[in-house]
């Protein structure tokens, strides 16, 4: 969602909250490697755990046929990072209007992706600039920008 909003706004000249100063950092994952995990997923459904009891539940997993999986890039960045990179793809500087860590807020974010590399042989390896250099592709073809 950010790299939508921030690509919106700094094409247009508005300015963008960057919150904790841009200190804080995040799991950004582009969307095919998203796809490419839930596609694996849905060919492969997760059985039930027979172990599994009330007493001493697995969160993980159920007598249900489920289990949860995290789906993100285990790479966090700098959200400053994040919005230099963009800035050098789309070739303009954004307005920040830099803000303080917003209450409720964590500082780091990071994406476990053990269990997916275990169950689906698979983790979203991405790189954030080659995920935000095709989406600006996408985005310039979609909204053509004079």
Do not use: C
Not at 17 to 43: K, P, S
């Amino acid at each position: 969602m950010a790299v939508f909003a921030f690509t919106k706004k700094i094409l247009s000249g508005e300015p963008i909250e960057v919150f904790n100063d841009g200190h804080h950092h995040r799991d950004f994952t582009y969307i095919d490697d998203v796809t490419e995990a839930l596609v694996r997923m849905v060919e492969r459904p997760p059985v039930t755990n027979p172990l599994w009891t009330g007493d001493r539940p697995d969160p993980g997993t159920s007598r249900a046929p489920y289990k949860i999986y995290n789906i993100g890039n285990h790479s966090p960045v700098l959200l400053k990072d994040f919005i230099e990179t963009l800035e050098s793809i789309i070739g303009k500087r954004a307005v920040r209007q830099l803000k303080g860590l917003q209450p409720g807020d964590v500082a780091d974010t990071y994406a476990d992706v053990l269990d997916l590399q275990m169950d689906f042989e698979f983790a979203p390896n991405t790189p954030l600039r080659t995920g935000l250099e095709r989406f600006f592709a996408w985005y310039q073809s979609y909204y053509p920008h004079p």
